[in-house]
């Protein structure tokens, strides 16, 4: 198991009443039986699965695992929902995200909170960012932010956190919605390595998610990786 993963010390951006744990994952050193050492059922992720996407699936399970203990939660197994959206126990509400050889898991109780989100992806290269432009970004985006000198930078920071929002929303919206439900009005970067990002929800959603809304959401990058994390008090 310590060849195959270690947890690491997550970023510092989590807010004050989420608990979150990180770890990296050598994807090389995989192996079927992990599985069974991390109590954690093997046919939740498909038996054709390629490698990585097993490697991966493990490691964010297991951080999973790790925030239910912090909760005295032992034996509660994070299923996937129809979307593949993990569903956690009763009383609370979470998040999980892998990319490569990192991933991440968040839990917070859901008295205080509508839904949390956590996403971690690798840098997009700057070529790919202006080749997706029009997929990802808004309009209003494009024009806010294409001509920055960092635009990979932002490109990813946009990406994450609509990430980060429909992981944090599909428990009350219940389906899928696309990236132009969502505008990034500003990146406020407060050092080198991370800052916060708001946003405004440009589609009614649901009723606890309405056009118009607006949130604000962290982020920080990590060597090669953006990871951004959000949350939405209970209204």
Request: hydrophobic share 40%.
């Amino acid at each position: 198991m310590e060849d195959f993963l270690k947890v690491v010390a997550p970023p510092d951006i989590f807010y004050e009443n989420i608990r979150g744990i990180a770890c990296e994952f050598d994807v090389e050193s995989y192996q079927d039986e992990l599985y069974d050492i991390c109590e954690i059922p093997f046919h939740l992720v498909s038996s054709k699965a390629v490698v990585k996407r097993k490697a991966e699936f493990l490691a964010g399970r297991h951080c999973a695992n790790l925030c239910l203990r912090q909760w005295a939660i032992e034996d509660y197994v994070v299923k996937a929902g129809q979307n593949r959206e993990p569903l956690w126990p009763s009383g609370l509400v979470g998040a999980i995200s892998h990319s490569n050889t990192y991933a991440i898991a968040i839990v917070a109780d859901a008295s205080q909170y509508m839904g949390v989100g956590v996403d971690v992806e690798t840098l997009v290269a700057l070529d790919t960012a202006n080749r997706l432009r029009s997929q990802i970004l808004t309009q209003s985006e494009d024009r806010r932010y294409a001509h920055k000198e960092n635009f990979d930078d932002i490109f990813t920071i946009c990406f994450s956190i609509k990430e980060s929002l429909f992981k944090a929303a599909y428990p009350r919206v219940q389906k899928c919605f696309d990236f132009s439900a969502v505008s990034v009005t500003r990146i406020a970067w407060s050092d080198d390595s991370q800052g916060s990002v708001n946003f405004e929800l440009n589609d009614n959603l649901c009723d606890e998610y309405q056009c118009g809304m607006l949130l604000t959401g962290k982020f920080c990058k990590r060597y090669d990786k953006i990871i951004t994390v959000l949350e939405i008090p209970m209204i």
